[in-house]
């Protein structure tokens, strides 16, 4: 049981947009930790996709954007690709475990 | 850009014990933090804990906390992980990733990862 809940997975058409959420509690994003999320690749190490809850690294294509909201964050992609078909994983801080902590991850299936 | 290279594989019985390597180039190393996150076969990420290349300041996951030391050399520029009493469970790919400042806590880069495998 993750201290961050992500959706096992998502699916999308190509070119559709879809959304995957990251919903913490008081203790972590509710308490203002920024996410960061993480795009794996099959067979593949993570990679940094988002930082600080809204800005992409350098050469990360802005179809992906973050938000974060209350004790929520989400991780959106536009003009689904057949190459984003990957795990992605949401991270924060939480107070209460003095830890960085991982949502679950969820699995993007494109269609 | 940061490049970050770790050891390679390794096989170790139940009880003994792992040193992983990760070396960063590109960068002042001496800024960094490194994080150590570690993925079981089928499952998602774990972190491990942290530490500090300028001090040597570390945070380890209580789950961990007994058990793992953190350390870095920045002679040249590796840190090391060393996991004590390996497990069956403790089989999975060992990942280091550098803390280089984009935001509070981001794993900027990666390495490629090292599989630990546990068995007798």
């Known amino acids: 049981q993750s201290v961050l809940a992500q959706p096992p997975s998502v699916s999308g058409a190509p070119g559709q947009r879809v959304t995957i959420s990251c919903t913490g509690i008081?203790?972590?994003?509710?308490?203002?930790?920024?996410v960061h999320w993480y795009q794996q690749l099959p067979g593949t190490a993570p990679k940094l996709l988002i930082y600080g809850s809204t800005d992409r690294p350098s050469g990360v294509p802005d179809r992906f954007s973050g938000s974060k909201s209350g004790t929520s964050a989400s991780l959106a992609i536009t003009g689904l690709q057949a190459d984003d078909e990957a795990d992605y994983y949401c991270q924060s801080y939480d107070g209460s475990l003095s830890a960085w902590v991982f949502g679950g991850g969820t699995k993007l299936t494109v269609l | 850009q940061v490049q970050v290279e770790q050891s390679g594989g390794e096989v170790k019985k139940p009880g003994a014990s792992v040193k992983v390597s990760c070396k960063a180039s590109?960068?002042?190393?001496?800024?960094?933090?490194i994080s150590w996150v570690r993925q079981a076969p089928g499952q998602g990420l774990e972190w491990m804990g942290w530490?500090?290349?300028?001090?040597?300041?570390?945070n380890y996951t209580q789950k961990y906390q007994g058990r793992v030391t953190m350390t870095t050399d920045a002679s040249t520029n590796t840190a090391y992980m060393e996991l004590t009493n390996l497990r069956s469970d403790d089989t999975a790919v060992y990942y280091c990733?550098?803390?280089?400042?984009?935001?509070?806590?981001?794993?900027?880069?990666w390495g490629q990862g090292t599989l630990v495998t546990v068995s007798s």
């Open positions: 530490v500090s290349v300028y001090n040597g300041d570390t």
């Open positions: 008081s203790s972590n994003i509710g308490a203002g930790h920024d």
């Open positions: 990733g550098v803390n280089s400042g984009y935001s509070y806590g981001s794993i900027d880069f």
């Open positions: 590109g960068h002042t190393f001496s800024g960094f933090g």
